[in-house]
Nanobody
């Protein structure tokens, strides 16, 4: 049983910051990829940032590079997404996901094995 519990979403003005947390249980921590994806209603889900929890390799979508930082706390089996300089176009439902393999192709980041998903947390950025 894999459980991913997200927290930290909310509403913020453009230029502000938020930190999302994903607490993972049932995940073989050091041999997995954990990441953040987002979806705007009516659009496809987009990979935002992923971290390989074993090697700490990170992947970022071009749209968030330099503004978002993904990190992990091994003592808490938790992955964080620090989001700075937020823009209205960052408004979306953000989902945590975990899977065994991941990577990046061009600007697309993804978990390449069948991932587990959290329930999501809403991020709203107003102009």
């Amino acid at each position: 049983q894999v459980d991913l519990v997200e927290s930290g979403g909310g509403s913020v003005q453009a230029g502000g910051s938020l930190r999302l947390s994903c607490a993972a249980s049932g995940v073989f921590w050091k041999r997995n990829c954990v990441g953040w994806f987002r979806r705007v209603s009516g659009e496809e889900r987009e990979g935002v940032a992923i971290i390989n929890t074993g090697g700490r390799t990170t992947y970022y979508a071009d749209s968030v590079k330099g503004r978002f930082t993904i990190s992990q706390d091994n003592t808490k089996n938790t992955v964080y997404l620090q989001m700075n300089s937020l823009k209205p176009e960052d408004t979306a439902m953000y989902y945590c996901a975990a899977g065994q393999t991941c990577g990046q192709s061009g600007s697309t980041v993804r978990i390449t094995s069948s991932p587990y998903w959290g329930q999501g947390t809403q991020v709203t950025v107003s102009s």
